[in-house]
């Protein structure tokens, strides 16, 4: 019994002094003795190398925190290494179990601290008030995002110069392939493939750990950018090269994104894209992607973001693993009126993914004035949703930020960056749509005429409105604004906006509000707002208190 | 055997005779010898009035032609009568049997004849070409609808002025209640109750058949003027009059589901509405909707069309039971590119019930000019969708068609006559939008100005163009077509529309199209459509053979 107990104080004495989790046996487990809250957690030992790894050996570990415990896939990163992730999401002391089909990787057993999280940690995001999101730590997240699908597979100036230039912009999520993608490849082959064997040849049933090494190299750099990644999983852009990537079979599918999240899930900037363009993969079907939906769901023990992008088709994003609506249309960006329907519809936050990209392509999907990529954003954010960027400049086989990265070469970026500071400047709620499915264009039964001078108005009742005249250019509003949560008395300050000399003028005095009609209030002086007569202009109207 | 054999023989002669199917015994069973196809045949017989015949009498009957097999709920009429209905989709000898819990109803067998349809018997409306409809006999239907929502409720002067305003007026669909609401019951009180009892006071496990053999009259005599009746079971309109229909439990709920489907399904003019405004009826939770299509659908053999109409939030469409969408949305038909957004999210037909309606009321819902309720039509049409018509004229009190039926005031009846004619002439397989989320307002990167000037366009590509330029006033219109389906050299004649002045005027000629870009479409010879310079105008191309 004595014994018993000062062994275990001089196992105890062991973990202290070495500050790692350690087995009791000869195969240790290696891990850190702490890692912050929302950090990544790595605990690795080698395993088995006889037969084939991937297929034969199971692999995980229980992490216990209270009365919590999670368990976690583990994944063999070649020549017998096996690791487990994990991120905490809780502060204090986490144990942990491992547990394998084979005895080396069996019941070993180590402890770690979550400790507070540093300063730009606010931990993974999540959907908040129903249309909107959110990290971990309650700051709002203000999504403003681009796409550059595989600028990993580039070559490593290029994706230097990526990482730089992201640095640099405005975006805080972007949206990437794990795969790679025939565009470009002609004068930028990929050097890394994510299975072992050559295109064609592969053999499915061993991954080039190489491969997921440097894509989760290339995640944790956005993460310390503040960006979030959006990883796409699979996509139909081997068109013009067979690599075989479209055509596996639904085990290897299966196999591949589980060894993917088990990888990668423990990266709190991670959401996961179960495609894009989902519907011009004429390999899968609807049955596929929803199972796919599932093993994400179930691999994935933190719950990150999950949405499916489309072509022409729109998959049922009502299903209830879909955690938000990330969407290509090229239309529905016209004006807020329109973004807005979706949101009702499915009554999570809309992402319009692809509105159409900033460019001279020849193609209609790549040739948006900058103007037209701004007001899309600016629709887009007064109706309640949210954008994403991206650009096609440059020589069809050339170097573009939409495929490759690179550099941004348009105008875009600065004005995109401007609205993300009104956005953060905003309701901390979110922008809703102000008196849904009324807005003035169509419920007045007038001419348009003039009447395209009637902005559409979002915010927060009572306290908050973006007021975006779109491509009108009216010389004046009078303030007109639903009677929701309002009330005679109420003062707001106005402060006039150029979205695209990225202005904010702010307005003399205070306008007091006085209800006017059965719907709306206006200001009780009778003051109207002088606006500079030209489009993209908005008002922000913010109550005094 | 020989005796045996005479019995069977004169039993069959009887049968003949009496062009009727008669049971073998005491309790005859009363029955037509023969209905048309999609008619309505009634069996009917005397059973048990002891206790509760509408809670305590199980009565059904299994009908058969050839291979198939139908059973069809009965249900008790008042005074021990009871009464199974059926409306047969095939033509030729259908035998039935009665099944009961009790004996005087149970094994009655019979049979009839389904003879050919009478002219304008073009069978019950299903769903076509997944946004469309159709009639059972191959008929396209081309939804042109309007809603009078307690018509049936009204002063019988009332009720038949409303049907004759029907018979000269362009609707084909009308969206009904069958209970009574409380707008302007003071004036005019329901004379007729579902159930025995008094307002508050009822017995709800007992239908009052004198309500429900009203409304199949009227019912029927929608059907014999061409008219499908949108049923609508449900609506949240007690609310000035705590009458109870609003806060009946499941039982009851359910309960009168089947009794309004055994009694009605067999008309062929029937659709299901589980309700209006379903979302304004605090007393039913979303798990509720969803079992009540689950009873309707599995009471009504015929699977007649099911859809469930909202206030401010949509019910979730994509649910395998809705077969079309009834939308109430007050923006979405300010344009063509905003109403097709729903037909993807779907993949159903969908159809604007409540698009707001014409009238003068001081609600925002009720004050849209005929000009605009017109433009709202033309706009969900080009996008390939379909729109309800309703009017709000007079004193709050009075009789408006929309709560009460009586007289059309407005003008835009006359212009939907004109529309459904249009429809009429157009594809059997109805209009498609043209290039999908590309309309030419949002894939331009340019400034508004005269680009409203451009059109919206639905169809049905190479053969059938509708080009409607809105509230736009252009004075020409250089032919720009998308790609899909076209050639060099095909041919076109086109007709300017006035859709308020109801003119169709030939244009001089015939125009040849020539690819323009990657994109378009062209007249070879450069030649323009001149218009004349004023809103609400179209263009309809056809292809010349």
Request: charged content about 25%; glycine content about 8%; some cysteine.
């Amino acid at each position: 019994m004595l014994i018993s107990l000062l062994f275990r104080l001089c196992l105890a004495a062991l973990f202290l002094a070495r500050g790692v989790c350690a087995a009791t046996e000869a195969n240790p487990i290696t891990a850190p003795a702490s890692v912050e809250q929302w950090g990544l957690f790595e605990a690795s030992l080698q395993g088995p190398t006889d037969g084939n790894p991937f297929l034969q050996v199971r692999f995980t570990a229980v992490f216990t925190n209270g009365a919590r415990t999670v368990e976690v896939d583990g994944f063999h990163d070649g020549d017998g290494v096996y690791r487990v992730r994990f991120m905490p999401d809780t502060q204090g002391e986490w144990r942990f179990e491992t547990r394998s089909n084979r005895w080396p990787l069996a019941g070993k057993r180590g402890s770690f601290v979550a400790t507070a999280p540093s300063k730009g940690n606010h931990g993974p995001v999540g959907v908040r008030n129903t249309y909107h999101f959110g990290y971990a730590d309650g700051t709002p997240f203000r999504q403003v995002g681009t796409t550059s699908y595989t600028w990993t597979h580039r070559p490593e100036e290029i994706q230097e110069q990526t990482l730089k230039t992201l640095a640099a912009s405005p975006f805080n999520k972007l949206r990437m392939c794990v795969l790679p993608q025939a565009h470009g490849i002609e004068l930028m082959p990929p050097k890394l493939w994510p299975f072992e064997g050559t295109p064609q040849q592969w053999d499915y049933t061993r991954f080039n750990p190489a491969f997921f090494q440097h894509l989760e190299k290339r995640v944790g750099q956005l993460r310390d950018l503040g960006i979030e990644c959006d990883l796409i999983l699979f996509h139909p852009y081997d068109n013009r090269e067979d690599w075989g990537f479209e055509t596996m079979d639904p085990e290897t599918d299966d196999r591949y994104l589980r060894y993917v999240v088990a990888r990668l899930a423990a990266c709190r900037n991670i959401w996961w894209s179960m495609a894009n363009e989902y519907d011009f993969l004429p390999t899968k079907t609807e049955a596929d992607w929803d199972r796919f939906f599932q093993i994400v769901r179930q691999s994935d023990p933190y719950n990150h973001l999950r949405s499916i992008h489309n072509g022409d088709r729109l998959y049922n994003h009502n299903q209830p693993w879909v955690t938000h609506v990330s969407i290509q249309n090229g239309a529905a960006l016209n004006d807020a009126g329109r973004a807005e329907l979706y949101r009702d519809v499915y009554q999570k936050p809309i992402v319009y993914d692809e509105a159409k990209y900033e460019g001279d392509s020849l193609h209609r999907w790549g040739n948006l004035s900058a103007p037209e990529m701004v007001h899309r954003f600016w629709a887009g954010t007064v109706a309640g949703t949210y954008v994403g960027h991206s650009e096609f400049f440059g020589p069809p086989e050339g170097v573009v930020w939409l495929g490759q990265g690179g550099v941004l070469k348009g105008e875009s970026p600065d004005r995109l960056g401007f609205l993300r500071r009104i956005m953060e400047e905003g309701p901390a709620a979110g922008i809703e749509p102000i008196d849904q499915w009324k807005d003035p264009y169509a419920w007045r039964s007038r001419p348009v005429g003039d009447g395209l001078a009637e902005p559409h108005i979002g915010g927060q009742a009572g306290e908050y409105y973006l007021v975006y005249f779109g491509r009108s250019a009216p010389k004046s509003w009078a303030i007109e604004l639903y009677k929701s949560e309002l009330s005679d008395g109420l003062r707001f300050q106005a402060e006039v906006i150029d979205t695209w000399a990225m202005t904010v003028t702010p307005v003399v005095g205070t306008f007091t509000l006085k209800r006017r009609d059965d719907h709306h209030f206006t200001d009780a002086n009778g003051r109207a707002i002088a606006l500079p007569g030209k489009p993209h202009v908005a008002i922000r109207l913010r109550r005094v208190p």
